[in-house]
């Protein structure tokens, strides 16, 4: 991909969208977000003392209906960047753009910091066998991600859960919502694997199964925050092994 020594080297000190690099003449380049672009357009002033202009947006498709749109405000501002960085795209994209008047397009994809994303060792729970050895394991995966302290007061999603449960719908609520309800479908799924592996019983409710062993996980969370000690989760573990035990299928 053919792109310019200047766009190459990282600027200094990092910038987030909508602000300049640094101090005056201090950054390689100044990147204004399609979110932050001011309105009406007599109220842009592209700082060109840092010596580039971009402009980084992350919907491509949606910006360029925003620049088709009548009367856009966006449009007769695509010639004056340096640069338009798109998140992907392609060719399709950047072809919209130079009808555009765009001077440079240069697609954006996700790159991964090697100190941050490493390899690690096979999820317990997608490992072990089919029906109720994996859903043994993936509550003691889950007792596992909290012990090992992944996040500060364990469990991130139990916390975010007991913080917004009584808020107003909003987006952070919903997306909380959504995951809660994925959790739960896992959980509920693997229970009924081990129902049809004929590991438990088939006319237990799969769903209730599922938000008792989830309860029990959640007490164990608990428990272990407020007492600082891993009591609730050799207890958690009892009361799944009780449970589990009573409905195996001998």
Known sequence: MDVPAWLSRRARPPAYPGRRTGGQGAGDAAVWSEGLLPRPL?????????????????????????CDAPGSYLRPLVPRFDAVLTYGGGPPVIERYRRLGARKVVPVYNAADLDDYYPVPPDPARAADRGLPRLRALMDA???????????????????????????PGPVRDAILDEF????????????????EGHIEADIDPEQLAFELDAIGTAANLRTQIQRDDEGFERARRAIDTRLQGLAVR
């Open 181 to 196: 309800a994925a959790w739960s479908k896992l959980v509920t799924d693997c229970v009924k694997g081990a129902q049809r």
């Open 42 to 66: 007599d109220a842009v002033r592209l700082p060109r003392p840092v010596g580039h202009v971009l402009h980084g947006l992350v919907d491509a498709l949606a910006t360029l209906d925003e």
């Open 142 to 168: 889950k007792f596992d991600y909290i012990k090992r302290g992944v996040f500060q007061g364990g469990c991130f999603f139990d916390a975010a859960r007991l913080e917004y449960d009584s808020r107003n």
